[in-house]
């Protein structure tokens, strides 16, 4: 192999080893910001998932709330009922 060759050869080397640390660093930034995202996703997550929680609890005492609404209509209705039969027989 002739000296110009091999020059050319290390100096491309040389350059290719550059491109190497550069992608490196680049990689490195990069997954540092991943992780970032990926802690900052958790939370959100976390929090979604008491917020969700949360809804469901009010959700579930929503419809207690309602059924006992019913419940107190239907027993007054049917109070109702029998007080106007009470009132026609009289």
Known sequence: MSKEK???LVKRMEVTLMEMEQLKLHCGRQSEE????????RRENQELT???????????EAKEIIEQLQDTKYAFDAKER?????????
Do not use: C, H, P, W
């Open 50 to 60: 008491e917020k969700y929680n949360q809804l469901a609890q009010d959700m579930k």
């Open 34 to 41: 991943l992780s970032q995202l990926v802690v900052e996703l």
């Open 6 to 8: 091999l020059e050319g």
């Open 82 to 90: 029998q007080a106007q039969k009470l009132s026609r027989q009289l």
